[in-house]
C-alpha cells in the first residue's frame, strides 16, 4: 500500500518541472522582446577559461568518487582447476569425518554439469543431486564468475571424502565446504588431491555469500566472460555485438584481474569521461561556464547515467562516443569557414568517433544517420547563402567524409575483430589479410543480423520506447534481500525530472527548429529523433536502457533552457541552481535503488514506490 508522500512527491516533481518550464517560456517571451531594444547583457563566451576548469575538475572528482565507491569487490578467484574433458575429477578429502552442511563454489569459463558425490570410506560415493534428479552441482553460463551453493541431499550422513567429476571442458575456482556447525572448513581441515591445489588456494576470499558485487549479474554474464575470452584469444561466447566495447572492457581487467571491480572499471571510468566530454559541448554551444556546470551536474547525477556505466555491459561507451561524434560535429558546424584545416580536422575526429562508437554497437549507426542529416542540412542553407561560392569547399568536404566517415570507420571496425581471429586458425600480425580473418567478420554480421531481426523473446522488465519517455518502466538489474528484513535491490531508469523536464524542453527544441529555423535547437532535436525513432519500429524486445542515448540529448535541451533562464531572467542563477539542486537531490533520495543499498520496505513505501504497478523496487 502506498503512503501519502508517495503519491506527494511524483506530483510535486512533476509540477516543478512543468512550472520551471512554463517560467522559461515565459521570460523568454518577454526577453526577446527587451532585447529588440537593448544589447545582450550576457554575452557568451565559448572559451575555456580557468573557472570552467575548476568548474569541471570539481565535479568530475566528486562524480568518480561517488562512482567508484561500492564498484565491486577487488578480489576474486584467479587460478582455476581446468577440466579438460568429462569424467575426471578433483578429491578432497577432509581430515576427520563429519556433515557438510554446505558447499560453495566459483565457476570460470565454460558450461557443463558436475556430478557431486560424497563418501565417508572412499569406496562407496553417493551423489548429490536435485529433486527432479538433476545435478547438485551445475556450473550454466548464468553462473560464470560467480558464486553458488551446490544441492545437497537432505539425508546425508557424516562423510569425509568429496569427489567433483566434471562433465566437459570446464574450470572451476575455489571450492568452499562447510562442516556440521556451519563453520567454513580452513586448508588445515582438508587436503586436496595432487594437481586440484586450486580449488583451496584463496580460501580467504570466500564471501559469507553471494551478492553482486563479489560476481556477475544480468547482461555481464555475457560481455565480462566476452572480455576474458577476448584477452585469451579464443572463440567468445557473445558475438551478438560488435568486439570494440568487449576489448575496452578487457582493459580493466588485465589491469585489475578477473574481478568485479576489475570488468567494471572502464566502463565506470568512461562514465566519468563522459562528463567533460558533454561539458566541453555545453560550453561550445551555450558560451557560459555556469550553464556548462549546471547542464553537466545534471547529467552526471541522472540515475541512468550512474547505474549504467556501472555495469560491465557496452552501451557505456556507445554513448561515450556519441557524446564524442556530436561534440566534434558541433566544433565544425561553429568553426569560423576561414580556418579550414580546423574544421576538417573537427570532422575527421567526428568520424573517427563515430567508427569507434559504431565498433561497439550498433546503435550509434542511428546516431550517425543523425549526424548525415545535420551534415546536408548544413550544406543545403550554405548553398541558399552562398550558392556557388561554396561548391569548391563541399566536394572538398564530401572527399573528406568519404575517407573519415567510410574508410577509416570500416578500418576501425575491422580491426576490432583482432581477438577474434586466432581461434579461427587467423593467427599472427599479418592476420587481418587473411581470408580466413575476413571470413570471421563476414560471418559474425551476418549472425548479428539474423539474432536482431529474429529475436524473439520475453522478459519481466522490458519495455517499449513510448514508456522509456515518462520513466514508466525501469529495468531492475538486481533483487536480493539483505539481514533484517531489508531489500537490496537497482534499477536503471532516468532520473524523472530529467524526463518529464527534458521531454517538455525536447517538444520546444522541436517547435524553435521548425518554426524559429534556431539551428541549436534542430542539432539537439535531430541528435534525439535519430536515437528514439529507430526504436519505434523496432519489434523485438527492448529495454529502458536502450534510450540512455537519448538521455544525453536531454540534458543539451535542458543546457539550452539554462543558457536562455541567463539571459532573459535576472534571477538566472535562482532558476538554474535550483533545478540542479532538486535533481541531485533526488539523486540522494534514489541512491539505495541505484547503488545497491539496503533499504526498509517502508523506506521504499514512503520515498521510492512512485508507481507501484510499474517501478519493481
Known sequence: MLSNLTIIFPLAVALFALLWCCRWLSVRRAGIALLADHPDQAPADRRMTKPDWMLLGGLTAVYALIAFIGLGSVKAPQTFLHFAQGNTYALIELDEPQSVTALRYYCGLNTADYRLQFSLDGENWTDQVQSDGASGMTQLYTQLFR?????????????????????????????????????????????????????????DIIPAEYSFKNGTYFDEIYHARTALEMI???????????????????????????????????????????????????????????????????????????????????????????????????????????????????????????????????????????????????????????????????WLNVGWCLVFFILVPCLIYYVSYWSYGPSQGADGPFRLFSKKYLQVVIDNQTYMWNYHSDLVSTHPYSSKWYQWLFDARPILYYLDSAPGGETVSFAAFNNPLVSWAGLIAMGAMGWLAVRRKDERAAFIFIGYMANLLPWVLVSRLTFAYHYFPCTVFLVLAIGYVFADLRRYDSAWKASIGSFSAVAVGLFAVFYPVLAGIPRTAQYSRVFLKWFADTWPF
Not at 575526429?349 to 565498433?359: D, P, Q, W
Request: net charge neutral; with cysteine.
Open 147 to 203: 558464486w553458488n551453493d551446490a544441492v545437497l541431499n537432505a539425508d546425508r550422513g557424516p562423510v569425509r571424502y568429496i569427489r567433483i567429476i566434471s562433465g566437459g571442458d570446464e574450470y572451476l575456482g575455489e571450492v568452499a565446504v562447510y562442516g556440521q556447525d556451519g563453520t567454513l572448513l580452513g586448508p588445515e581441515d582438508m587436503t586436496v588431491a595432487s594437481g586440484c591445489e586450486a580449488l583451496t588456494d584463496e580460501q
Open 232 to 394: 585469451e584469444e579464443i572463440w567468445p561466447y557473445e558475438i551478438t555485438h560488435p568486439p570494440l566495447g568487449k576489448a575496452i572492457l578487457s582493459l580493466g581487467i588485465r589491469l585489475f584481474g578477473m574481478t568485479p571491480f576489475g570488468w567494471r572499471f572502464m566502463g565506470t571510468l568512461f562514465g566519468v569521461l563522459m562528463l567533460p566530454a558533454l561539458y566541453l559541448l555545453l560550453k561550445r554551444m551555450f558560451g557560459c561556464a555556469w550553464v556548462a556546470a549546471a547542464g553537466s551536474t545534471v547529467f552526471a547525477f541522472d540515475f541512468m547515467h550512474f547505474v549504467q556505466t556501472r555495469i560491465a555491459t557496452i552501451d557505456t561507451y556507445a554513448v561515450f562516443f556519441i557524446i564524442l561524434m556530436h561534440l566534434f560535429m558541433y566544433l565544425w558546424l561553429t568553426e569560423p569557414p576561414e580556418r579550414s584545416r580546423r574544421r576538417l580536422l573537427w570532422l575527421g575526429l567526428t568520424g573517427v568517433s563515430f567508427g569507434m562508437g559504431a565498433a561497439s554497437k550498433w546503435v550509434c549507426i542511428y546516431a550517425g544517420a543523425g549526424l548525415g542529416i545535420i551534415w546536408l542540412v548544413y550544406w543545403a542553407v550554405r548553398f541558399v547563402r552562398e550558392k556557388k561560392a561554396a561548391l569548391n569547399e563541399f
